[in-house]
């Protein structure tokens, strides 16, 4: 039988978060929050848990800066989400709001409006068969789901369709499709 930290009564509390945690993190960095919520899942006290932690990010293993840097620029690269999908993202990992701004500050303007145009241009072969509006409705909403507000998403719409030969220039089509798209209007 598989023996794991903290079956023993007798072992240290603290050396059985550090396994934990250096078990945790062995796949992939993890935000001080995840590992916290990790401890307190396993039964370990909040005291013992805090102390380790707080070792971990001395020595550098945790480390919630680096950790959300590196996060935005793999889901960014990656997955193509926008800042506000990230930001959401970050705030479900448990990281602090200003540590958050700080990392999606690395995401531009022209880095988000560019993967807004690479998801369209990868999206767009497929949909040769819908008119216009209803290819501009769900290319706007595949946006919206990866967190781009309409300020980038109407815009790389507009211009992918146009240079598609549709007519993606009528602005009463694109206003139409922005506002059947709530989560577009959040921006």
């Known amino acids: 039988m598989r023996r794991y930290p903290g079956d023993d009564p007798a072992e240290d509390p603290e050396q059985v978060a550090r396994q ?24 370990v006290a909040d005291d013992v848990s805090g102390r380790v932690l ?4 001395e020595v550098g293993l945790v480390d919630d ?8 620029q793999t889901r960014h690269r990656g997955r193509g989400l926008g800042r ?6 970050l ?13 999606l500050n690395d995401v531009g303007e022209q880095d988000e409006r560019s993967a807004a145009a690479e998801l369209v241009c990868r999206r767009l072969p497929g949909m040769s068969r819908l008119t216009s509006i209803t290819a501009q ?12 507000g309409a300020g ?6 507009r211009e992918a369709l146009a240079n598609r030969g549709g007519d993606a220039t009528d602005d009463e089509h694109v206003a139409n499709a922005v506002a059947t798209d709530t989560s577009l209007d959040q921006q």
């Open 20 to 43: 934990i945690l250096l078990r945790r993190l062995t796949d992939q960095p993890r935000s001080r929050a995840e590992l916290a919520s990790t401890l307190a899942r396993k039964g």
């Open 54 to 57: 707080d070792r971990f990010e």
């Open 65 to 72: 800066d680096a950790f959300a840097v590196a996060w935005v």
């Open 84 to 89: 506000r999908a990230l930001a959401h993202e």
């Open 91 to 103: 705030r479900r990992k448990g990281i602090d709001d200003e540590v958050a701004r700080t990392a």
């Open 137 to 148: 409705r769900r290319l706007l909403g595949m946006l919206a789901r990866k967190g781009y």
């Open 152 to 157: 980038v998403a109407v815009p790389v719409v």
